[in-house]
């Protein structure tokens, strides 16, 4: 499949700045309500005592992979990790459709209003944007540094 120059340069920049706009809003708002997100976890028996810890590292494995994502050298793996993070947290939620019953969602904001159904078709769409950046990034010799050559 042929992809025009300037479109394989935009695509990947587009995918981290949506990105980093999802995990940095899903982090501060975790932040400003801890003590939810955290009991939150802690319904779901399955984490059991490691809802504490859980809670913290996923707040912080966000902002992560937002840094990762501001960068040229790093924005590639930065795209690597968002995908498999929003795998992880799809798996999650087929757990809780399949599995669980009346877990709230834990995710803070906006993203707390949608159904379990309606996220994961979110999660779907960020996942494939996801490999779609991907894709393209790997294909690039200079992988995601936006030097202007003129």
Known sequence: MFVPKPVQQIIPLVVSLLFILLFVYAAVSKLLDLETFQAQLEQFSFFGGFAYLLSRGIILLE???????????????????????????TAYILIILNFATNVPCSCGGVLEALGWKEHLMFNVFFIGIALMGI????????????????
């Open 63 to 89: 902002l992560l992979i937002a840094g990762l994502l501001c960068f040229g050298k790093t924005r590639l793996l930065g795209i690597y990790f968002s995908f498999f993070l929003m795998l992880l947290f």
């Open 135 to 150: 894709l393209i990034g790997r294909n690039r010799k200079y992988h995601f540094n936006y030097k202007s050559t003129t």
